[in-house]
């Protein structure tokens, strides 16, 4: 009644739930989160002429272009792996699709509310589920890629490693981290708009300062303690060790995993605080 008084709908931006509740909301909201990915995926390649081929495509001539680059212009090697071509690929591509699923999610997130103000000004909308949607998307690509390397370790070296089939455990894991920065950079988003220009730079860096062109054995220790505050090189080095058989970093993946549910919880809770301003300032 209270709103209908000040000549105003009540809105996604004007509410004022509670955590819980918000919980509540998002849980009871699945069906339309998967709807809202479904809808982005078919508008992402509808009036291509390749389709959803391009989800396979463009990471696979990424990764043949780094191969090529380091493995035959400069001839790296690095230790725990063969030098022929099939295994550089395949350790770059693990490292490819952790980082991709980290950046594609990561680019969107400054403009996600901005690109649904209509949410936010006209109806009665769950805005915390556009992040949801958003990392799910993704989570489709990175799956994508992940079943590129499964066909490149089988069509290269035969029966992949049993381990390799606990490889979506890590893209999984990853996901509370990712939610928490999308909710966190969503919000802030609306506030900064100059956010969505300075995140392409600060990706290209988490890029070269991640271990996917090289292993994190070769960075100098002043700086390993920098790499390993990427989100992205722990994955990374739990991919790597999936698909090559190596020694799995379960104490680091562990410590991983409990601070990307801080993370996602903290960046849950600065997103409910903030909602109630962005009406105001869209």
């Given at each position: 009644?209270k709103?209908?008084?000040?000549?105003?709908?009540?809105?996604?931006?004007?509410?004022?739930l509670?955590?819980?509740?918000?919980?509540?909301?998002v849980?009871g909201?699945?069906?339309?989160?998967?709807?809202?990915?479904?809808?982005?995926?078919?508008?992402?390649?509808?009036?291509?002429?390749?389709?959803?081929?391009?989800?396979?495509?463009?990471?696979?001539?990424?990764?043949?272009?780094?191969?090529?680059?380091?493995?035959?212009?400069?001839?790296?090697?690095?230790?725990?792996?063969?030098?022929?071509?099939?295994?550089?690929?395949?350790?770059?591509?693990?490292?490819?699709?952790?980082?991709q699923?980290?950046?594609?999610?990561?680019?969107?997130?400054p403009?996600?509310?901005?690109?649904?103000?209509?949410?936010?000004?006209?109806?009665?909308?769950?805005?915390?589920?556009?992040?949801?949607?958003?990392?799910?998307?993704?989570?489709?690509?990175?799956?994508?890629?992940?079943?590129?390397?499964?066909?490149?370790?089988?069509?290269?070296?035969?029966?992949?490693?049993?381990?390799?089939?606990?490889?979506?455990?890590?893209?999984?894991?990853?996901v509370?981290?990712?939610?928490?920065?999308?909710?966190?950079?969503?919000a802030?988003?609306?506030?900064?708009?100059?956010?969505?220009?300075?995140?392409?730079?600060?990706?290209?860096?988490?890029?070269?300062?991640?271990?996917?062109?090289?292993?994190?054995?070769?960075?100098p220790?002043?700086?390993?303690?920098?790499?390993?505050?990427?989100?992205?090189?722990?994955?990374?080095?739990?991919?790597?060790?999936?698909v090559?058989?190596?020694?799995?970093?379960?104490?680091?993946?562990?410590?991983?995993?409990?601070i990307s549910?801080?993370?996602?919880?903290?960046?849950?809770?600065?997103?409910?605080?903030l909602?109630?301003?962005?009406?105001?300032v869209?």
């Amino acid at each position: 009644m209270k709103a209908a008084s000040s000549g105003k709908r009540p809105s996604a931006g004007t509410r004022s739930l509670g955590a819980d509740s918000s919980v509540s909301v998002v849980w009871g909201s699945r069906v339309l989160i998967r709807r809202l990915a479904a809808r982005e995926l078919q508008a992402r390649y509808r009036g291509s002429m390749l389709g959803i081929a391009w989800a396979v495509i463009v990471p696979l001539g990424m990764v043949l272009m780094y191969t090529f680059v380091f493995g035959s212009i400069f001839k790296v090697r690095w230790s725990g792996i063969s030098g022929s071509t099939e295994s550089m690929t395949a350790f770059f591509l693990a490292g490819l699709i952790v980082h991709q699923f980290l950046s594609e999610v990561i680019a969107r997130a400054p403009s996600l509310v901005l690109e649904n103000k209509n949410y936010v000004t006209r109806v009665v909308f769950p805005l915390e589920i556009l992040s949801l949607v958003t990392v799910a998307v993704a989570l489709v690509g990175a799956a994508i890629g992940l079943a590129l390397l499964l066909c490149l370790l089988a069509l290269t070296s035969g029966i992949p490693p049993a381990t390799v089939l606990l490889s979506p455990l890590v893209l999984l894991g990853m996901v509370p981290m990712l939610l928490g920065l999308t909710w966190i950079f969503s919000a802030i988003g609306v506030f900064v708009r100059d956010l969505g220009q300075i995140m392409p730079v600060a990706l290209s860096v988490l890029f070269f300062l991640a271990p996917v062109l090289y292993p994190r054995s070769s960075v100098p220790p002043p700086f390993d303690a920098l790499v390993l505050f990427n989100p992205t090189t722990i994955p990374i080095e739990a991919m790597r060790a999936l698909v090559f058989e190596h020694p799995f970093p379960w104490e680091l993946a562990l410590s991983y995993f409990v601070i990307s549910l801080v993370v996602c919880w903290t960046g849950f809770s600065v997103f409910l605080r903030l909602r109630r301003a962005f009406a105001d300032v869209l």
